[in-house]
């Protein structure tokens, strides 16, 4: 699937992969204005800052992000919005614009589904335990991603995961990842 549309922009100091959960403070009024434009039905896009602020002037960004939508909304005492985005498929974006208030706007084109490839053997007590927890694990890009949810990854590699459109070579780097540093995880 190839569908491009022109999605409001969510530019963050992180990287949120398919089917992850991100909770949000909403505060400035151009992501104030995103809420209004989305709600809990029309699509956003969470994309990794490269260069800039989250508060403030527009960032520049990466073009790999994550199509996401609102889950949960829930005004504050402090005046701020409380959300919890979940994201849904990776996107592509070019075609850049910024509203006068800042809120940006970017054509988002869906990455196409990968090729399934199953959980192999030695990590299934892993996809076992993350399932058990409540995450969907059907296949072993998704496994590489809610394995890398829980790592501490700098940004650079989160991203280069994101932007790995190869499931089984995804997992493959959190498995290195994870044979590096033995005592982080046990299954």
């Given amino acids: ?4 549309e022109e999605l409001p922009v969510f530019p963050l ?3 949120l992969f398919p089917g992850g959960e991100l909770p949000l403070r909403i505060f400035e009024m151009r992501y104030r204005r995103l809420v ?8 956003f896009v969470v994309v990794r800052i490269r260069e800039g602020r989250e508060v403030g002037e527009p960032a520049f960004t990466y073009e790999v992000g994550t199509r996401t939508y609102f889950e949960q909304l829930i005004s504050q ?4 919005l409380g959300a919890l985005a979940l994201a849904e498929q990776r996107v592509r974006l070019s075609d850049w614009r910024v509203d006068g208030d800042g809120l940006m706007f970017a ?3 869906l990455l196409s589904d990968e090729t399934y490839a199953p959980v192999p053997e030695d990590l299934a007590a892993l ?3 993350l399932e058990e927890q409540g995450h969907a694990v059907p ?3 998704m496994l590489a991603w809610r394995l890398a949810d829980g790592l501490p990854l700098d940004a650079n590699t989160r991203q280069a995961l994101l932007e790995e459109s190869d499931g089984e070579r995804r997992l493959e780097q959190v498995r290195v990842w994870l044979l ?3 005592g982080w995880f046990t299954a």
């Fill in 1 to 4: 699937m190839s569908m491009i």
């Fill in 13 to 15: 100091h992180t990287v």
């Fill in 36 to 43: 209004d434009l989305c709600g809990k039905i029309q699509p």
């Fill in 77 to 80: 005492r402090d005046g701020t």
């Fill in 107 to 109: 054509k988002a084109r």
């Fill in 127 to 129: 996809a076992k335990v």
């Fill in 139 to 141: 296949d072993a890009g």
């Fill in 180 to 182: 590096r540093h033995p």
